[in-house]
């Protein structure tokens, strides 16, 4: 095996089992629901984005008026 | 539970809508120019391991589903950053589609010093194929965790 292909399988055995560890670590996060968390997360998220949205809509007809 | 969901999600696509993209427009269509190569050496007869062996266009697959899950994981940020599968997931498919850069600019420079050395070719092509089936799995899971994260139920 030449020294590139050594750096080469080096490289690839590495990223890949990394890949293959934050596949495995989110399969785990979805099999035991803590994704659910996220989710809740998420829709706080929505409401700050509707909250502000609504502010902006409402300073613009106060402007208009 | 159903009433503390903002109105915004009703936009949202569902979970199997998400995943039918995914495959349509990341697996199907990033596998044309591997398919297109196949096809125009199959109509001048010269169709072999060997052609495939030259062809980096397998590395354009990695390079898409990591792009594009890098994409949706970066629009997920305002409400996943910071957590530790968010960095992971990140720091991965980042990593991936970096040393798939390299695997193709390889391939090029292997071309041009040294066509005749299947060796090497043989290799780059091998790790490749793996970097890419890791690399689709890794952007696979990512969008089916935030498709259900993000989807209507």
Known sequence: ?65 | MVADQPQIQSKTPVLGEKLARWVVFNLILALFPLGTTLFVHSLAGKLSYQVLLNSPEILFLALMVSATALRDLYEASPFLRGEVLYTVLYYALFLGLILAAVFYGLFVLDSVNNPSTPEVRAALFKYANILTVVLCVCSFITVLLLSRIESRK
Not at chain 1, 29 to 51: H, M, N, P
């Open chain 1, 1 to 65: 095996m030449s020294t590139v292909e050594l750096i080469l399988a080096i490289a690839s055995v590495l990223i890949s089992a990394f890949a293959l560890f934050a596949s495995a670590y989110a399969v785990l996060t979805i099999s035991r629901g803590r994704d659910k968390a996220y989710r809740q997360k998420y829709y706080e998220f929505l409401r700050q984005k509707e909250r502000v949205e609504q502010r902006i809509v409402d300073a613009r007809d106060h402007q208009s008026t």
